[in-house]
C-alpha cells in the first residue's frame, strides 16, 4: 500500500503578506505593504487536489483543509471578505461506480492511519503551485484599469540568496 499521488492547481487571488520558506517577502519588497494588507486583503483563491489514493468523500474533505495550510505557508490569511475555494477528487479505479452497479456495493478504501503522508504531500504541492503561480504570473490590467503588478523575480531570487535559501 502506498506510492499514491497527489497534484495540485491553484488559481491565486488572495490577500496577505507574501513568504518563502519563513521569509517575509512581502514585506521586505515593500515596506507599507503590511499595512495595506491589513484593510486590503480581499480576493479568492481557487484550490483543485486530485489524487489518485483510494479516499472517501470524508477523507477527501480532510485532504482539502489540508490544502490551505499550504496556502498559508505562502502567507495567505483568509481575511474576511476572501472566499477560498478547494475542490478534491480522487481517480482511483476501485472507487468508480459502474455503470450498471449492483445494489450493494463494495469499496475498498485507504484507512485514516494511511492518510498522513498525503496530507503532507496536499500542504507542500499547494505551497508550490501557489510560488509557481506568482512567480510565473505576468502584470495584468483589469476593470476600471486596476493594475496588478507581476512579482518581480529577480529580487525575490536576490533576498532569498542573501538569506541563504536560494543556492547561487
Known sequence: MGGYTVGVLV?????GVLQIAGLPVGVMLDSAL???????????CM?????????????LKRLAKRALLGL????????????EYVIAFSTAA???IPYEAPKL????????????????AVIEATEEAVL??????????GRNDHQVQQLPVGKVKKLLKDHGLLKP
Open 11 to 15: 488559481q491565486t487571488n488572495y490577500g
Open 34 to 44: 503590511e499595512k495595506r494588507y491589513q484593510r486590503d486583503v480581499d480576493g479568492s
Open 47 to 59: 484550490i483543485v487536489v486530485a489524487t489518485d489514493a483510494p479516499l472517501d468523500a470524508r477523507n
Open 72 to 83: 498559508g505557508r505562502t502567507g495567505g490569511i483568509a481575511s474576511n471578505g476572501s472566499g
Open 94 to 96: 476501485a472507487l468508480r
Open 105 to 120: 456495493l463494495s469499496q475498498q478504501v485507504l484507512s485514516n492511519d494511511q492518510t498522513t503522508p498525503l496530507f503532507l
Open 132 to 141: 509557481n503561480s506568482l512567480f510565473l504570473a505576468e502584470t495584468m490590467t
